[in-house]
Each structure stands twice: as structure tokens, then as C-alpha cells.
């Protein structure tokens, strides 16, 4: 009686699994290029885009090259090295965070037909074969494999702005050409550590979003939208964007 109710669901809304290619509905395919397009869209829009400028994470760059400017002014550089360490803690604590996510993840592909019938009772949850089940698994481990890479490059770039940071010059350098290398051999490699990491907290995000879709096509659109509204005030709206009230200056 269950499994009538469930193809009669699946037919009424037309998220038959089989329809589609590889046992995806025609839906499922509609909303994972819709996924797709949001994660390439996003970070053109807060990285390429005409207003990138404005984003949160670009002005925290003219803040970098800020503090790095500051540090060249102070013999005693033991606070910019403690920053320093921070940074790296929390970049090293989301890379072990991918490879434990990474790990359950695929563990859940050991359990498949139990999920998958566990799945199958709940109302309003498309029927789902084993295969689609495995792929959409296999999918959010790419994911995390992504998330893990960037916050692991982020992790060794610190490592090299940490390098960088204690070959700054002295302040009464006068090879002032020295110094201005110097400066920004360490801004450019402190900002892209910080858009490696930022890459990889984008993962993990849109991994929340990629979730909806073990709960069907239409949950999937659902979640990637609110997701992409989320992410998206934070850069622009944000009371940490409101923080920003005077013009840019680097």
C-alpha cells in the first residue's frame, strides 16, 4: 500500500525517477543545473562581477593590505604572527571537517538499501532507486573533496604569509623598492589565502543546499534558493556589511 501511494505521488507530481537519464526525472535534472548555475553564478557575482567591489570579502581584503601596512610600521611583529596562527587554526580545523564529512559521507553509501527504505516511508519523498541514490552520495563527496583541496591550499598559504611576515624589511629600511615588494608579496598572498578559504566555506554551504535534494527535485530547488538568498545578504546586507560605512581606502 505504501509503494501504491508512493508511485501514485510520483506520478501526480512527475518525479518518476526512471524518466529521466541515469534515473533522474526530467526535475532532477532541472534542478541540479539550477545548482550548478547558482554556484557558478555567485562566485562570479562576488569575485568577477561589476559590484564585486562591494562585497564583503573584497573590502576585508583592503583590510588585509591594511593590517600587512601596519606590521611594516612595527619592529615587534609577535601580534601579527599570532593573528597569523589564528587564521591557519581555523583554516586546518575545516580542512579535518571535509575529510571527517568526506569519510561519513561515503560511509553512507555502505547502507544504501537500508536508507533508501527508509526513504521510501516518508510522505512526500519521490521513490528512489539505489543507483540514483549512490550518484547523488557520490556527488556530495565530490563536494567535500572540493571544500577539503581549497581549505587545504588555504592552509598552506598562510603558511607562506607567515613566511612572508617575518621577511618584511625593517621600517628604517631605506631600499624603499625592497619594502614595497615586500608589502606586496605579503598582501597578495594573505588575500588569497583568504579566497581559497572563503571557496571552501562556499562549498560547504552549498553542500546544506545539495541536501535537499536526497528529499526530492522540488526540496533540492527549495534549498539551493534560500541557500543563494543567504549567502548573498551576508556579502551585501549583512550587519557585518553594514560595518563598512566609509568609502574603501586601502
Keep these: 500500500m505504501a509503494l501504491a ?87 586546518a580545523f575545516f580542512a579535518s571537517t571535509s575529510l571527517i564529512a568526506i569519510g561519513g559521507t561515503l560511509a553512507l553509501l555502505q547502507s544504501t538499501e537500508r536508507v533508501v527504505a527508509i526513504f521510501s516511508d516518508l510522505p512526500f519523498v519521490p521513490v528512489t532507486q539505489r543507483s540514483v541514490w549512490e550518484m547523488k552520495v557520490i556527488g556530495l563527496a565530490t563536494i567535500f573533496g572540493y571544500a577539503f583541496f581549497k581549505f587545504a591550499w588555504s592552509y598552506r598559504l598562510f603558511n607562506y604569509c607567515v613566511i612572508l611576515l617575518g621577511a618584511l624589511p625593517s621600517a628604517d629600511s631605506q631600499d624603499k623598492t625592497a619594502i614595497a615588494h615586500a608589502m606586496h608579496e605579503t598582501v597578495e598572498m594573505n588575500i588569497a589565502a ?4 572563503n571557496r571552501g566555506q562556499r562549498a560547504f554551504f552549498f553542500a546544506l543546499a545539495y541536501l535537499g535534494w536526497f528529499l526530492g527535485p522540488v526540496t533540492f530547488l527549495g534549498f539551493t534558493g534560500a541557500v543563494l538568498a543567504a549567502m548573498y545578504q551576508r556579502q551585501y546586507g549583512s550587519d557585518a556589511a553594514r560595518v563598512f560605512r566609509y568609502p574603501d581606502k586601502p
Excluded at 601596512?69 to 611583529?77: C, D, H, I, S, V
Excluded at 583568504?194 to 578559504?197: A, E, L, S, V
Aim: charged content about 20%; glycine content about 10%.
Design 5 to 91: 501511494r508512493r508511485k501514485l505521488l510520483a506520478s501526480t507530481t512527475g518525479e518518476w525517477q526512471s524518466d529521466g537519464m541515469l534515473g533522474f526525472s526530467n526535475l532532477d535534472l532541472a534542478a541540479f543545473a539550477f545548482f550548478c548555475l547558482a554556484w557558478i553564478g555567485y562566485h562570479y557575482v562576488v569575485e568577477l562581477g561589476p559590484h564585486a567591489g562591494r562585497t564583503l570579502n573584497m573590502r576585508m581584503n583592503l583590510r588585509r593590505a591594511r593590517w600587512i601596512k601596519e606590521a611594516m610600521e612595527r619592529e615587534n611583529r609577535i601580534v601579527d604572527t599570532q593573528v597569523m596562527n589564528g587564521l591557519q587554526n581555523g583554516t
Design 194 to 197: 583568504g579566497r581559497h578559504f
